[in-house]
């Protein structure tokens, strides 16, 4: 195989995605993270703040794209966001493309995709892994995010791959509805296994 093997590592919203890739570099694999390159290209003088604010106007200012206004232009608009997304995701295609030729000497890399079903970035990794818990405990961690409302989780829910239909597709699952040692235990264990592989 040439270069590392791809980890594709989704969840919907409040599964804890953010935590197991930060367990997954704990091991020594190094995390590409699509949120955080977005945020990036975003900021104060990032690639992208132009581009969105020719198709968007009025949704960037002095610190970069102002995020909450780019939302309430695109949001349920399907149309709008689709335009927004064919600016974004070519320049995070290129990031990605970057992080792989930086890492192309290690064993393990690890995309951290939120989206990666309903894109269809499942394709361009070699496994995925899903993270997943009840989905009494999903609302109950996203409903304590900050400006959270019980109709904006439900519309953000709508919008994502229904959990079963992840877990079915995934080639591992990784279970956050116990304790934080327990998932560490979960992580670590795949990691070995998956290197294992690679021997």
Not at 6 to 12: D, F, K, Y
Not at 188 to 195: A, G, M, P
């Amino acid at each position: 195989m040439n270069g590392p093997l791809i980890i594709g590592l989704t969840g919907s919203i409040g599964m804890g995605k953010s935590t197991v890739a930060a367990m997954f570099a704990d091991e020594g694999v190094p995390v590409f993270d699509a949120d955080a390159a977005v945020h990036e290209l975003q900021k104060a003088g990032g690639a992208l703040v132009p581009a969105i604010e020719s198709a968007f106007p009025g949704t960037t200012g002095a610190d970069g794209v102002d995020r909450k206004a780019l939302g309430a232009a695109v949001f349920g608009d399907r149309d709008r966001l689709a335009k927004l997304e064919s600016i974004i995701h070519p320049a995070v295609a290129e990031q990605r493309i970057a992080f792989l030729r930086d890492h192309a000497d290690v064993d393990l890399v690890l995309f951290d995709i939120p989206l990666l079903f309903e894109k269809g970035g499942h394709k361009g990794v070699d496994c995925v892994v899903v993270v997943s818990s009840s989905y009494a405990l999903q609302r109950e961690r996203v409903l304590a995010r900050p400006g959270m409302t019980a109709e904006k989780f439900d519309q953000i829910v709508a919008l994502q791959m229904h959990d079963a239909d992840k877990r079915a597709l995934a080639d591992h699952v990784i279970e956050t509805g116990q304790s934080l040692e327990q998932t560490r235990h979960n992580v670590r264990d795949l990691v070995k296994k998956l290197r294992a592989g690679l021997a």
